[in-house]
């Protein structure tokens, strides 16, 4: 199975990102999961959606070759961040990638909510009309106060934490085998 991660900081530290590269590093038996960074994602616009950057071009195709994709968010100002939203708008376009793609979505703060507005509004552009993503239903992922749970250097230490991903992992890998032909 081949996944792709796409998180949504671009911060050098990301807590997301530390959470994506634990579950490449703690899976990879598993499956395989590429991490896609959003750095060179240029900003959405629809004057140029139909000759698209090639860093848009690249992305896009990363996905469309992805049985799934898990996606990793914070939380900003009560809802996903514009890097995030920005990726989303292109897949959302032209040959639209990510429709009929199984998607999980999870995500971490330093808060204690775990960045569940964020999430909550993320399941539901995955079912926009551009999109059309199964999410996998429950299963809901939000780890809260992550600056105590990630080491630096993609290891997770909390051991109820890894239990629960194991768990959801578990689930996703089963569920996701109803969308791959
Ligand atoms: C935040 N943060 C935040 N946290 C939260 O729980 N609810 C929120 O609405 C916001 N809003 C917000 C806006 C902006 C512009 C920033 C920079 C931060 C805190 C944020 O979730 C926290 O910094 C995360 O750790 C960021 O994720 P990464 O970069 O560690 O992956």
Redesign the pocket.
């Known amino acids: 199975m081949k996944l792709v991660a796409i998180?949504?900081?671009i911060?050098k530290?990301?807590?997301?990102?530390e959470l994506a590269k634990y579950i490449q590093k703690t899976y990879k038996e598993n499956f395989e999961l590429e991490i896609l960074p959003l750095n060179d994602i240029p900003m959405y616009n629809q004057d140029i959606e139909n000759e698209a950057p090639q860093s848009v071009l690249d992305f896009k195709a990363k996905v469309k070759a992805a049985d799934a994709v898990l996606w990793i968010t914070?939380?900003?100002?009560?809802t996903i961040p514009g890097v995030l939203g920005n990726a989303i708008d292109w897949l959302s376009r032209v040959d639209r990638v990510m429709l009929g793609k199984p998607s999980i979505v999870m995500g971490?703060?330093?808060?204690n909510?775990g960045?569940v507005?964020a999430q909550i509004k993320l399941r539901d552009i995955l079912f926009a009309q551009g999109l059309q993503s199964p999410v996998l239903p429950g299963n809901e992922v939000y780890i809260g106060a992550?600056?105590t749970k990630f080491d630096g250097n993609g290891n997770l230490t909390d051991e109820g934490t890894k239990v629960f991903l194991d768990q959801v992992i578990t689930n996703f890998m089963e569920w996701v085998k109803l969308y791959i032909k």
Not at 13 to 17: D, I
Not at 108 to 111: F, I, L, P, R, V
């Open positions: 998180v949504g900081s911060r530290e990301s807590l997301n990102m914070p939380e900003y100002n009560a971490t703060s330093m808060g909510l960045s507005k992550s600056h």
